[in-house]
């Protein structure tokens, strides 16, 4: 679908009456940029330590959905979610702040752990930079009873508020436990919201929401995970409309550099990718995707329209090198003649 200057205004300025929701698990990345030319051997031990000279932190995850959303200046971003009582919480909520997010339904739990990437980068002697193994935090026990009460006595008031709702379950552990799952379905049931759902592994527990699984999630929801992905976008998009009519929901499905594929009961269509030089850095870009695509449709905007909108989102992020990056409005207007 070719996408007209004058209709992305139209869709600025509606989106600045609407209010925008994330609800999910929300992380930090936190970037240690060390310069290995001011390295010394350690005294204490065989090693050369990582002399940092540059920290950075930013939202990850959702955390990093709600920042896409903010970026798109809408009335009110609202996040949902849970976190620990540490030194990341506070990452986060400065970051959320500083991005425009509304923080004010984050529910700090004692004892939980705040989800942060923690990414070391080196550089030495040329200007490349190569980034060691992460540092990961992340909660291995089940989101306690009290901060899933807290959750689900929230989701009412949020709902309600809210113009569109967007989903962010990454994580095994996560604020998504069975109960607030369908709580959430209950409530947007009842609301007539739009709810958009990106989940690495249960996107098949959302029904009647609108599905947008990645091309690996979407082929192992469909054929399991001991079943090879295959090559090329057809198999993909193939399994994209089983899993609509199998499920009942419309599936937006990311296909990587061959673009995207939505499915429904009542239409079809492919959406390219916006053709871009190397190199690209492809992290984050679904969660570009889906705060575009959720922020469209929460505006008013047909899937056809919200999915190229969304395409010319994700394509301003993913040259943005060394970062989980954010479109606005005039990074995505600059994309349309390379739509041509």
Not at 93 to 112: M, N
Not at 124 to 151: C, M, Q, W
Not at 172 to 177: K, M, P, S
């Amino acid at each position: 679908m070719r996408i007209e200057a004058e209709r992305i205004d139209t869709l600025e300025r509606n989106l600045r009456g609407k209010t925008v929701g994330l609800i999910g698990d929300c992380c930090v990345d936190i970037y240690w940029h060390a310069d290995m030319r001011l390295s010394e051997l350690s005294r204490e031990t065989p090693h050369y330590p990582l002399p940092v000279t540059e920290e950075r932190f930013s939202l990850g995850a959702g955390g990093n959905v709600a920042a896409n959303m903010a970026a798109l200046r809408p009335g009110r971003v609202l996040m949902l979610s849970a976190v620990g009582a540490d030194w990341r919480a506070s990452l986060l909520r400065q970051a959320a702040e500083r991005a425009g997010v509304d923080t004010s339904l984050i529910i700090e739990t004692p004892g939980r752990v705040t989800n942060a990437y923690c990414k070391p980068m080196r550089r030495g002697i040329s200007e490349l930079v190569y980034e060691d193994p992460r540092l990961d935090f992340e909660n291995h026990t089940p989101l306690p009873d009290a901060a899933e009460e807290k959750l689900i006595a929230a989701l009412p008031g949020f709902v309600r508020e809210s113009d569109v709702i967007a989903v962010s379950d990454q994580f095994r552990f996560g604020v998504l436990t069975p109960r607030v799952r369908e709580s959430l379905l209950g409530e947007v049931k009842k609301a007539g919201k739009p709810l958009i759902v990106d989940s690495r592994s249960r996107i098949t527990a959302y029904p009647g929401a609108i599905l947008k699984p990645n091309e690996v999630e979407c082929w192992r929801a469909v054929y399991g995970e001991n079943v090879p992905l295959p090559g090329g976008p057809e198999p993909i998009s193939a399994a994209a409309a089983v899993m609509s009519e199998r499920l009942g929901s419309p599936v937006f499905c990311t296909l990587g550099a061959n673009g995207s594929f939505y499915a429904s009961k009542n239409a079809s269509f492919s959406v390219p990718a916006v053709p871009l030089p190397p190199p690209l850095d492809i992290c984050g870009a679904g969660d570009t995707t889906l705060a575009a695509f959720a922020s469209a449709l929460g505006a008013g905007e047909d899937p056809a329209f919200a999915a190229a909108f969304a395409s010319l989102a994700s394509a301003v992020t993913v040259q943005k090198l060394g970062q989980t990056g954010t479109a606005s409005f005039d990074e995505i207007r600059a994309l349309l003649p390379l739509c041509d």
